[in-house]
Structure formats: structure tokens, C-alpha cells
């Protein structure tokens, strides 16, 4: 069993930057595939990043390239999620979660382990 806790969200504004973490405990997290993903209200939960378990690989949806970027310590059991340039249609509750498995997949339902979520809130 792995437990995933997220924290890093806050306000900012507009232009800004956060750096969200999820720490795990329970189980290493050195081969399973590290996801973000993000639930605004009123929408659902989409894909917002993932990478492998050697950090080799790395995937983001089209709306945060080049903005985000993922990386983990496996030796911290951690996984961060750097966003830069935030913008308001980024304001989501932000999840981490945890498939077992060496491929990256972009969909909720295979991803085993998810934590509570952390709020990213962005003024204009």
C-alpha cells in the first residue's frame, strides 16, 4: 500500500510560479510510474504530467508543456511538479498518484494510489 500526500499549492498570481511535492510513505515508489493530474471544479480530473520510475521518461499534456516539468527522488520518496508561467485556466485541485506498472498512461482509472490534493489557486 502507498499513501501519497501532496503540499506546495497556495495563491499566487498570474505569471507566477509553485513547486508542488508528494511525499510517499508506505512503500517505495521506485517502480511505479508517478503521476499529476488536475480537477477544476465543474470539470473532470484530466492528466497533467507523469514519469517513469528512472525519471528517464516523462510525458505532459499539451496545455502545461513547456511550463511544467516532473521530477522525482526516489531516494526521498518524492515526486515535484515545478510550474512556472500559471495562469488562470490552471487553477485546479492538483493530485498525485501512483500506478504500478513501467508505462506511462494518461488515464485516472490505471493509476493505483492517489493523495487528497492539493488547492493551486491563480489571480489574473
Known amino acids: 500500500q502507498v499513501q501519497l500526500v501532496e503540499s506546495g499549492g497556495g495563491l499566487v498570481q498570474a505569471g507566477g510560479s509553485l513547486r508542488l511535492s508528494c511525499a510517499a510513505s508506505g512503500r517505495t515508489l521506485s517502480r511505479q510510474i508517478m503521476g499529476w493530474f488536475r480537477q477544476a471544479p465543474g470539470k473532470e480530473r484530466e492528466f497533467v504530467a507523469a514519469i517513469t520510475w528512472s525519471g528517464a521518461s516523462t510525458h505532459y499534456a499539451d496545455s502545461v508543456k513547456g511550463r511544467f516539468t516532473i521530477s522525482r527522488d526516489n531516494a526521498k520518496n518524492t515526486v515535484y511538479l515545478q510550474m512556472n508561467s500559471l495562469k488562470p485556466e490552471d487553477t485546479a485541485v492538483y493530485y498525485c498518484?501512483?500506478?504500478?506498472?513501467?508505462?506511462?498512461?494518461?488515464?485516472?482509472?490505471?493509476?493505483?494510489?492517489w493523495g487528497q490534493g492539493t488547492q493551486v489557486t491563480v489571480s489574473s
Open positions: 498518484a501512483a500506478r504500478d506498472g513501467t508505462v506511462i498512461i494518461l488515464t485516472t482509472a490505471y493509476y493505483n494510489y
